[in-house]
């Protein structure tokens, strides 16, 4: 009773379970662009994620797309051995960072819907995680993301990401972490989407 009573006080985060690949194993997870076009096109490669809050995501695309555009566009994760939609993240554009001869497209993420269990237990997950977000300045929590950006941030941890060990140093000071919030923009460019109060951002500076 007393953790049940804990849960509906304090809420509970929408946790992520680790996946181990083998390095040469493709992931089990597809991500598709619609609604840019005629069909869909296969970005599982070409994303990468740019900010936490509030959630930016980056499409290395062919062309960039117009922040006025009215199009419809969702980033729809598929498992690759079934076809099925295990859930679907809803983007409006948001800008596009130049990268010398190419562009990194910018999108916020506006909405999600989560298609891996029942309605009853996406909705308690998701009352529970909003009471979480909702309680996160009383935590300390740094970050603060609200409620509707950890759902689709769920909906995009269903791609396995790679953890990488990150170092920096500056003079007589280092620093060494892991982080799986990293993407490669292109051949000589990786994006890493740190906090804003992590130690290592002076370092880097």
Known sequence: MKRLLRSLWHGASLRHVPIALAEAQEPPVRFELHGFGS????VSERHVPVSMRPLVLGLRLDEVIDERSTASL???????ATDDRLGE????????????SSALSLFRATRSRNAMVSTATRWRRYTLAWIHAQRAPSRGDGLCMSAADLRCLNIYYTW?????LVGVAAEERSNLFPMDLVG????????????ATSPAIELME
């Open 89 to 100: 993240i809803t983007l409006a554009p948001a800008g596009s960072v130049s990268l010398g």
């Open 184 to 195: 490669r923009v292109d051949a000589e460019h990786f994006l890493l989407a740190l906090r």
């Open 160 to 164: 396995p990401r790679r953890v990488f």
């Open 74 to 80: 969702r980033l729809i994760a598929r498992d690759r």
């Open 39 to 42: 069909t869909p096109h296969d």
